[in-house]
């Protein structure tokens, strides 16, 4: 692992010159800091994710934590609320840091994403002592990993266009849609798949024509029956969203209400209350893309759902995310490559990382800090059904694996110019 040799030596200086007594303690723990909306709309949201970071970070801990120079440190998780607001998430930010964290866990909103980054650029900048990096699991606007890439920052999750690229290759074959509807989130991340939906549209599905094309505000609409009946009356066969949380489920359920009988093509219908809202009237219509789904049929695959249906077997938590429990298990190999906590030293090991758990492999794009990983696209149907072993959320419906794209099928080109540290 390549990282600055001044650093190497002036950690191994700090660890050799400690009493034996001191060395022969017990190692303090690695803290890491999950900073997301505990309380407000996407509420549900991050109580999910704190969920698959505590079953993560177990599991890690169960096999002895990391390995480091002072010796094996379990990992330790502490949760901050940003609300889902940026002021509050800088907030916290800088709480956790004062409270030891030099890993930061963000994702349920880009624009908050966007404003820990060059938070991170510039606290790492001025206080090189308490350098921390910035781990993203949910945050999928393009541009944190092309204009606005940072070396601190690394995503694990398929960004926007490279989940609508996934899309489009079920879509660009069914010959049922004439016509289609984009409505999101008016938001960077709402506002760029829109964006990229218009553009793949044109190049893959020329004659699909869109008949509807609007952004709403985030997690404030509470009656989308007006945005529905566009929908309904626009004639279109199929809506095309981003949309998550609050907004998704109402959305849908508006969309069932008003008689809307076209295809979803979501981003995150597959959790969260989606498919009980959608019902029978999602069966066959409402697909979803993702890193992973319960229903790809592996052996590997089954074993890892079941085993977090151990771990919280009410059907209310029924929430898992493979690529949060592979960015854990990538960052605690980084800290055992690197043999430290430093901040520098787990980068430039993220930047190399290759990470293989329950069956599914990807690795980090040291260009851009893109996580490549397979993507799955997934069609809602009853549970029983052939391919739907399991359901989501005990609603009885869950999700038939349709499209398996491999990291090198996933993979899109990117325009970041990264800016390394003095001396790397």
Same mark, same amino acid.
């Given at each position: 692992?390549?990282?600055?040799?001044?650093?190497?030596?002036?950690?191994?200086?700090?660890?050799?010159?400690?009493?034996?007594?001191?060395?022969?303690?017990?190692?303090?723990?690695?803290?890491?800091?999950?900073?997301?909306?505990?309380?407000?709309?996407?509420?549900?949201?991050?109580?999910?994710?704190?969920?698959?970071?505590?079953?993560?970070?177990?599991?890690?801990?169960?096999?002895?934590?990391?390995?480091?120079?002072?010796?094996?440190?379990?990992?330790?998780?502490?949760?901050?609320?940003?609300?889902?607001?940026?002021?509050?998430?800088?907030?916290?930010?800088?709480?956790?840091?004062?409270?030891?964290?030099?890993?930061?866990?963000?994702?349920?909103?880009?624009?908050?994403?966007?404003?820990?980054?060059?938070?991170?650029?510039?606290?790492?900048?001025?206080?090189?002592?308490?350098?921390?990096?910035?781990?993203?699991? %949910?945050?999928?606007?393009?541009?944190?990993?092309?204009?606005?890439? %940072?070396?601190?920052?690394?995503?694990?999750?398929?960004?926007?266009?490279?989940?609508?690229?996934?899309?489009?290759?079920?879509?660009?074959?069914?010959?049922?849609?004439?016509?289609?509807?984009?409505?999101?989130?008016?938001?960077?991340?709402?506002?760029?798949?829109?964006?990229?939906?218009?553009?793949?549209?044109?190049?893959?599905?020329?004659?699909?024509?869109?008949?509807?094309?609007?952004?709403?505000?985030?997690?404030?609409?509470?009656?989308?029956?007006?945005?529905?009946?566009?929908?309904?009356?626009?004639?279109?066969?199929?809506?095309?969203?981003?949309?998550?949380?609050?907004?998704?489920?109402?959305?849908?359920?508006?969309?069932?209400?008003?008689?809307?009988?076209?295809?979803?093509?979501?981003?995150?219908?597959?959790?969260?209350?989606?498919?009980?809202?959608?019902?029978?009237?999602?069966?066959?219509?409402?697909?979803?893309?993702?890193?992973?789904?319960?229903?790809?049929?592996?052996?590997?695959?089954?074993?890892?759902?079941?085993?977090?249906?151990?771990?919280?077997?009410?059907?209310?938590?029924?929430?898992?995310?493979?690529?949060?429990?592979?960015?854990?298990?990538?960052?605690?190999?980084?800290?055992?490559?690197?043999?430290?906590?430093?901040?520098?030293?787990?980068?430039?090991?993220?930047?190399?990382?290759?990470?293989?758990?329950?069956?599914?492999?990807?690795?980090?794009?040291?260009?851009?800090?893109?996580?490549?990983?397979?993507?799955?696209?997934?069609?809602?149907?009853?549970?029983?059904?052939?391919?739907?072993?399991?359901?989501?959320?005990?609603?009885?419906?869950?999700?038939?694996?349709?499209?398996?794209?491999?990291?090198?099928?996933?993979?899109?080109?990117?325009?970041?110019?990264?800016?390394?540290?003095?001396?790397?």
């Amino acid at each position: 692992m390549k990282y600055p040799r001044r650093a190497v030596l002036k950690s191994l200086a700090a660890t050799a010159f400690l009493p034996a007594f001191a060395r022969a303690q017990p190692a303090a723990p690695v803290r890491l800091a999950m900073i997301e909306g505990l309380s407000g709309g996407n509420a549900n949201g991050g109580e999910a994710v704190f969920r698959n970071l505590v079953w993560a970070v177990e599991r890690v801990n169960e096999r002895g934590g990391v390995r480091t120079r002072e010796g094996a440190r379990p990992l330790q998780l502490a949760r901050y609320d940003s609300k889902g607001q940026i002021e509050e998430a800088l907030t916290a930010f800088r709480s956790a840091v004062d409270e030891g964290a030099r890993v930061i866990l963000q994702g349920n909103s880009s624009a908050v994403a966007a404003a820990l980054i060059e938070a991170v650029n510039r606290h790492n900048e001025r206080d090189p002592q308490r350098r921390v990096v910035f781990l993203n699991y %949910s945050a999928v606007d393009p541009i944190l990993t092309n204009e606005k890439c %940072s070396f601190w920052h690394f995503r694990f999750d398929a960004h926007a266009d490279m989940r609508m690229a996934a899309l489009m290759s079920v879509l660009r074959e069914d010959r049922a849609v004439k016509s289609a509807y984009l409505i999101g989130q008016d938001y960077s991340f709402g506002q760029a798949v829109l964006r990229e939906a218009r553009r793949q549209l044109a190049a893959q599905r020329p004659d699909v024509q869109v008949v509807g094309d609007e952004l709403h505000p985030l997690l404030r609409v509470k009656d989308f029956a007006p945005y529905a009946a566009k929908i309904r009356a626009s004639g279109a066969d199929a809506v095309i969203t981003g949309n998550f949380s609050a907004d998704l489920t109402l959305l849908v359920k508006a969309a069932r209400e008003a008689g809307f009988e076209g295809r979803f093509y979501t981003f995150y219908g597959n959790a969260l209350g989606a498919p009980a809202a959608l019902g029978e009237a999602g069966i066959g219509k409402v697909l979803a893309v993702a890193d992973w789904l319960p229903n790809l049929p592996t052996r590997e695959s089954e074993a890892f759902y079941q085993a977090f249906r151990r771990r919280y077997p009410s059907p209310a938590d029924d929430y898992v995310h493979m690529r949060m429990q592979m960015m854990v298990e990538a960052l605690a190999q980084a800290i055992d490559k690197a043999g430290s906590a430093d901040a520098l030293a787990i980068a430039s090991a993220l930047e190399q990382v290759r990470v293989t758990f329950a069956g599914q492999s990807g690795h980090m794009r040291a260009a851009d800090h893109q996580f490549q990983q397979p993507l799955v696209v997934g069609v809602m149907d009853r549970q029983g059904t052939p391919g739907v072993k399991f359901d989501v959320e005990g609603s009885g419906y869950g999700f038939r694996v349709v499209r398996t794209l491999a990291p090198m099928q996933a993979e899109m080109p990117h325009a970041c110019r990264m800016a390394r540290p003095a001396g790397y």
